[in-house]
């Protein structure tokens, strides 16, 4: 091995998903994904990324919610209440619609 290659070091960084939620289709497409799943702790954690994504801070106000209370319902490990997922939905611009299966 050379001596340059030795030196060299690997920067690793967290992906991100709030990161690449540009626009309302993303965030509409990353949510109906994650619904499709069915599990809760993803869409919750989804939900999450995209509040992120339009900033917490502005996501609280619109609900009347903590900033801090938001991050830990809407995290894989929160188990936010189902008022709380529609609060949001709406600080979104969102809502939720129901359709065969």
Known sequence: MSETAEKRTLKTY???????IKDEEDALDYLNVAF???DPGVITDV???IARS?????IAEKTGLGRE???KALSK????????ILKVLQALGMKL???PS
Do not use: C, I
């Open 14 to 20: 967290r992906w991100d998903p709030a990161r690449h």
């Open 77 to 84: 490990a929160g188990n936010p209440e189902f008022v709380t």
């Open 54 to 58: 339009q900033g917490m801070t502005k």
């Open 69 to 71: 209370s938001l991050y």
């Open 47 to 49: 939900l999450g990324d």
């Open 36 to 38: 499709e799943d069915g």
């Open 97 to 99: 619609t129901v359709t």
